[in-house]
């Protein structure tokens, strides 16, 4: 879980900073979604990076949730008899949440790869200008979209509080005071993420991109 | 009917004789050795898994011996040694403040008031040393100086800082530490462990303790059980008086089993009550919570001094309190031994000045040491029982001073043991506080996990090899007419408890029996209040087998027929207990008769009559016991008037 | 105080058990939760039914035997207090109170409210101590432990084994008992020599027990009464981790 987490983690920041050049304007947007194809070259042909890195995400998405099925299957095989009264919640809602809040992460996963890499569900639905796709995708009209995108990426922010929390923990993170600051660390990234994700489609519904 | 009959006097043949430091020594010496390679064709059985049990177990498994460990508890580590609070004494001198083996050996002698075994004590206060290296080796986590070494403390009014400690859980972590090396047996396969069983007869063939009856408490199965040596580890009896600080199910059922099988039963009456307890608050009370005893190094204890005084403790003015035992005792103040300790609050509160709801209290105060020291200070010592008495009373202790009161926590007496720990019964061992022998008429602090753990790691282990170099002994199986018996008089008991479906419950008797022996057989003893008890005790025995109704059937988990098994035990022990009491004619230690007290209400003791251990022998339910006198010799530290004026 | 009870009821391990509703009246604020139980327990007895069986020995929160989970919450609604030390002036009057016991499959049900913890036994006897035969220990001066490593194995061993950490994981996990002992004896010097295949025989016994795997929810930490805390299941995977990677047998390390 750990491993794995971490890998998609150093992918959501990249693809953060990506999104954040959205700012830059138009043409720079574009060209800098042009050149994730060509990364590589010429030392690989043209698109072979991006598949390679498409690879190690799947895989990596992949392991994340086998690790996390099996996880929930011996959960639930340790506790065959559920409690009557159901148990209010001590340690923190995001650790609580892991398991629904992946699925949903999921299922937004698929979305937004058929709107805005496949270009299927996007009213623009054009691979070359996806500034455009973007910017049609959260139009004010489109409000539901946004709003979607809005919870998937508040998911995110508390799946990574505790799954960057619990991935140093998993990895020898051991002191007390160490504690503190690995959920420090985990609060600043869930919420550093969430803004610069949300950015975006906030800026296209305010108008300040268009 | 006489209440008890003259018997032959009885001596301790296994103690050597000569210079005190070398008995142990010889002893070794002298006992058979049993080979390694013959140990595993001989089985030990251990009834309870306290530091006693559990570190025997431990020790005989891995020298080789076949062990069947059994405890009531749903596991090895609940045994009540887990609840030990303040620490555990042993003569290292680490603090070179003139400590040694010999002063540790005074102190306990002395402390017991001189009615007990110089070989036996010195012998504890020898192994005290070893114990502590042991317990460092397993991982305890004992408190420590800066400098990465142990921490030590005086503890309950000894002079030398020799009480090791781990916050206010000792017990706690030498139980586990116990407990561990017993779990590492288990895996290893020389013991096999039965929780939740309990031991209900024990099994003598030819004069030989050769095994037990247990029943599973889960099942309800009785079976029987055989080695080649029983091993009783099985506590104190405390929980006679109801309320007390002993866990809810400490019982006598074992060693009184073994005592109507022919273990005598030794200075019964010798019953430890601790001054510092939370006070009773209700009817209801099930058990005292005790607070330990070092407590009493920051606080002061008070009473007001007018009688019924119901002001909130800090409207008093200070020259309206009564700092009682400051005035009674001025050079050991508020560190006076327990039963001193205990005695002078239940006068206090007799004459009329007790406080709280039931009048059943004394004051606690920590004002002063707050004031001294800060209140930091005061939390790093005292914090963890500051917050349990907070608990339990709903009051601050930082601001409102607490309120203790004397609760019966430990007993001295127990099954009689020679120099070996072996009893009356050939391969019946008893050790712990289930035996009477190192403390006489009183314990002092620290010393119960220290004679637990010694009687455990290093002294049976080697004395129950003299015994079972003659074995293995002829096996003997089920059918054998002595198991058969044995086992049809448990099912027929647990019959008739199931049987009687009378109308008052098991804990209704219990706790009638407790208020009888707190009030008569309690701190204070009277010739006319013992008779009296006796009376009562029969009475209400004959109603218990009349009217107890004990729900549910034998076939599964019973709580409440464990309990009636072991209530019906404990009126038995009653007798004896008052018995004892009334024929010991002087005060000592956590005896103390009324009718001998000095002019100023100290214990009188009469070492020209009483200087002898009182092993009484049972010879039916309906007959009187048969006292045994083992007489007491003083070669190193003369009986003298204790005094800590 | 009138309550209302709302306790599980189980004859035996192959009954399938149900909640039963029983009320209790003229409770005393001042009464312990087990004590509560206790007078239910006195009038059913002379009502001719059958008491609720609890396991509980000590009743000063440190033998561990007690544990309920009471309106949810492993030993109740008090932190850092187990069931004997929940006094009912935490309650109020009128109030209804679920009784379950601990629920998970490596702690199946006695009866009632009794279950079977054996399998902390065994994690135990997997590794949780250290080889210190009796007589071989060498003098206890002879290691000095530095005092912040002493108070920490401290802080750990204070568990009292109650199962409460199981008892509210929402994975049935019981890695906060497994972690306690390792960090204790990971600690302190007396140790070192079985540090790594300790964790390893431990965490293995665990996992055979049927307990559920860790997720670093928290809660277990939460509701132990001896507060062991989370940054012990740190340590636990620090060692664990090393010693899958060396399975602890490289000489010189």
């Known amino acids: 879980m750990a491993v794995t987490g971490i890998v998609l983690v150093l992918f959501l920041i990249a693809h953060m900073l990506g999104n954040l050049k959205i700012f830059t304007g138009q043409t720079s947007f574009d060209h800098y979604a042009h050149w994730l194809r060509e990364i590589g070259a010429p030392l690989l042909p043209g698109v072979w990076f991006l598949w390679i890195l498409r690879t190690v995400l799947l895989v990596a998405v992949l392991a994340h949730i086998g690790a996390a099925t099996t996880l929930a299957l011996r959960a639930r095989a340790a506790r065959p008899v559920r409690y009557a009264h159901r148990r209010p919640v001590q340690g923190s809602y995001a650790a609580r949440t892991m398991r629904w809040g992946g699925v949903i992460i999921g299922l937004f996963v698929i979305y937004h790869l058929l709107d805005l890499t496949t270009g299927a569900l996007n009213p623009v639905g054009d691979p070359s200008r996806p500034y455009a796709n973007v910017v049609a995708d959260f139009a004010p009209d489109r409000w539901y979209v946004t709003l979607f995108y809005t919870l998937a990426v508040v998911a995110v922010g508390f799946h990574l509080r505790h799954g960057a929390f619990s991935a140093l923990r998993s990895l020898g993170q051991q002191t007390p005071r160490g504690e503190r600051r690995a959920r420090a660390v985990a609060l600043v990234l869930a919420v550093a993420l969430c803004a610069g994700y949300l950015a975006v489609p906030f800026a296209v519904l305010t108008g300040l991109v268009d | ?645 | ?253």
Not at chain 3, 203 to 215: I, L, R
């Open chain 3, 1 to 253: 105080m009138n309550l209302t009870l709302r306790i599980w009821r189980q004859s035996g391990p192959g009954d399938k058990g149900r909640m039963v509703t029983y009320p209790v009246a003229d409770i005393s604020p001042d009464m312990s939760f087990l004590e509560m139980l206790d007078v239910l327990n006195e009038r059913l007895t002379l009502a001719g039914e059958e008491p609720v069986a609890f396991d509980h020995d000590c009743r000063e929160g440190i033998c561990g035997a007690c544990g309920m989970v009471i309106n949810g919450n492993a030993h109740g609604p008090q932190r850092g207090t187990t069931a004997c030390q929940l006094h009912m002036r935490h309650f109020t009057d009128g109030e209804t109170i679920d009784i379950e016991p601990w629920r998970a499959r490596a702690f199946p049900v006695v009866k009632d409210l009794v279950v079977d913890r054996n399998a902390f036994d065994r994690i135990i006897a997997a590794g949780g101590y250290v080889t210190a035969p009796t007589g071989s220990a060498p003098e206890a001066h002879a290691t000095p432990v530095a005092k912040a490593n002493a108070d920490a194995a401290f802080e750990a061993a204070a568990c009292i084994g109650c199962g409460a950490c199981v008892a509210a994981c929402p994975n049935g996990s019981g890695m906060l008992f497994t972690a306690a002992k390792v960090t204790q004896l990971g600690l302190l010097p007396q140790g070192q020599p079985e540090r790594y295949t300790r964790v390893l025989g431990m965490v293995d016994a665990h996992d055979e027990a049927g307990f559920g795997g860790c997720t670093n929810a928290g809660e277990c930490t939460a509701v132990c009464p001896k507060g062991i805390p989370l940054s012990t299941i740190g340590r636990l995977n620090r060692d664990y981790l090393r010693a899958t990677a060396k399975r602890g047998d490289t000489p010189g390390t």
């Open chain 2, 1 to 645: 009917m006489d209440l008890w009959q003259e018997g032959d006097p009885i001596a301790d043949t296994t103690a050597p004789d000569g210079p005190v430091e070398t008995r142990w020594d010889r002893r070794r010496f002298a006992a058979r050795l049993v080979n390694p390679a013959n140990r595993r064709k001989l089985t030990v059985i251990v009834v309870g898994t306290g530091l006693a049990g559990g570190s025997a177990a431990a020790t005989l498994g891995e020298l080789g011996y076949r062990v069947k460990s059994y405890c009531y508890q749903d596991s090895p580590r609940r045994a009540h040694s887990i609840a030990a609070q303040g620490g555990i004494n042993a003569a290292k001198n680490y603090r070179n403040d003139g400590d040694s083996v010999h002063r540790l050996f005074y102190d306990t002698v002395k402390g017991g008031d001189f009615r007990s075994r110089e070989s036996n004590v010195h012998r504890l206060a020898q192994v005290s040393v070893e114990i502590i290296d042991q317990c460092v080796a397993q991982g305890v986590p004992f408190a420590r100086e800066y400098g990465g070494l142990l921490d030590t403390r005086s503890f309950g009014g000894a002079q030398v800082q020799r009480t090791f400690y781990a916050r206010g859980q000792t017990g706690q972590q030498l139980l586990l530490g116990a407990y561990q090396a017993l779990e590492r047996q288990i895996a290893a396969g020389t013991v096999e462990m039965n929780s939740r069983h309990e031991m209900l007869e024990l099994v003598v063939v030819d004069g030989r303790a050769r095994g037990i009856v247990v029943r599973d408490l889960v099942t309800g199965e009785i079976s029987t059980e055989f080695a080649d040596a029983v091993v009783l580890a099985s506590g104190g009896y405390g929980n006679v008086f109801y309320l007390s600080t002993n866990a809810k199910g400490c019982n006598v059922t074992a060693t009184w089993r073994a005592h109507r099988k022919g273990a005598y039963f030794a200075n019964p009456c010798y019953t430890q009550i601790h001054p510092t307890c939370i006070p009773v608050s209700g009817g209801y009370q099930s058990k005292l919570t005790l607070m330990s005893e070092s407590l009493r190094n920051d606080g002061r204890v008070w009473v007001p001094k007018a009688k019924g005084d119901d002001r909130a403790p800090r409207d008093i003015p200070e020259n309206e309190r009564d700092y009682y035992l400051e005035r009674m005792y001025p050079a050991f103040g508020n560190l006076v031994p327990r039963d001193i300790a205990s005695r002078a609050a239940k006068n206090v509160c007799d004459s009329g000045h007790g406080v709280g709801p039931t009048g059943l209290g004394v004051y606690l105060d920590f004002a002063d040491a707050i004031g001294r020291l800060g209140r930091n200070a005061v939390e790093a010592r005292y914090g963890n029982l500051f917050e349990m008495y907070e608990r339990i009373t709903g009051e601050d202790p930082y601001r409102v001073p607490m309120r203790i009161y004397p609760a019966v926590h430990y007993t001295m007496g127990g099954l009689w043991v020679d120099y070996d720990l072996q009893s009356t019964v050939p391969g019946l061992f008893v050790i712990g506080e289930a035996n009477f022998s190192d403390h006489g008429a009183n314990r002092l602090g620290a010393s119960a996990l220290m004679q637990g753990l010694a009687d455990g790691y290093f002294v049976l282990p080697n004395t129950i090899a003299d015994y079972l170099a003659a074995g293995p002994f002829a096996p003997v199986d089920a059918n054998h007419p002595e198991a058969v018996a044995a086992r049809a008089d448990v099912e027929d008991r647990l019959a008739r408890l199931l049987a009687v479906d009378g109308d008052r419950t098991v804990d209704s008797f219990h706790r009638e029996l407790g208020q009888i022996m707190w009030e008569h057989c309690g701190m204070e003893r009277t010739d006319a209040g013992l008779r009296k008890a006796i009376g009562e005790i029969r009475a209400l025995r004959e109603q218990f087998w009349q009217r107890v109704r004990v729900p549910g059937d034998g076939e599964r988990l019973n709580q409440a027929l464990e309990k009636a098994g072991r209530v019906a035990d404990f009126f038995e022990l009653a007798e004896l207990m008052c018995v004892d009491a009334l024929h010991r004619e002087e005060s000592c230690g956590g005896h103390f008769r009324a009718e001998h007290q000095t002019p100023d209400g100290e214990a009188q003791r009469d070492d020209e009559r009483f200087a002898y251990v009182a092993a009484w022998e049972y010879t039916g339910s309906d007959r009187p016991a048969v006292l045994h006198r083992e007489n007491l010799t003083f070669e190193y530290v003369h009986p003298s008037q204790r005094s800590y004026k």
